[in-house]
Nanobody
Framework: QVQLAESGGGSVQAGGSLRLSCAASTGTTLRSMGWFRQAPGQEREGVAIVYVPNDVTYYADSVKGRFTISEDTKNTVSLLMTNLTPEDTGMYYC?????????????????WGQGTQVIVSS
């Protein structure tokens, strides 16, 4: 069973930055890996995904220009979130799949982390 270990998150004021990291416990290449988020009362949405081996990236329109996802090492990704706003508040989940899943849908990804909370205060 593949496990995703998340780190990062926390509380920050609007305009601040946070970095999330996620590492998968498998040697099998995960071709889709990244982050979804879910705000209270909202559906889970794809935020940023990186697709290997070509490092193609997907970003939600709401985070383009502010968030940057990167594959640090095989099956390890990080998400740098800058210029955060209260609308970015939510539970952030690392997700991964062995196959290319584009556009990202929460029903398509096989592996999930426990989630890490991000709170942005105004």
């Amino acid at each position: 069973q593949v496990q995703l270990a998340e780190s990062g998150g926390g509380s920050v004021q609007a305009g601040g930055s946070l970095r999330l990291s996620c590492a998968a416990s498998t040697g099998t290449t995960l071709r889709s890996m990244g982050w979804f988020r879910q705000a209270p009362g909202q559906e889970r949405e794809g935020v940023a995904i990186v697709y290997v081996p070509n490092d193609v990236t997907y970003y939600a329109d709401s985070v383009k220009g502010r968030f940057t996802i990167s594959e640090d090492t095989k099956n390890t990704v990080s998400l740098l979130m800058t210029n955060l706003t209260p609308e970015d508040t939510g539970m952030y989940y690392c997700a991964a799949d062995r196959w290319l899943k584009y556009p990202p849908s929460p029903t398509d990804f096989e592996y999930w982390g426990q989630g890490t909370q991000v709170i942005v205060s105004s």
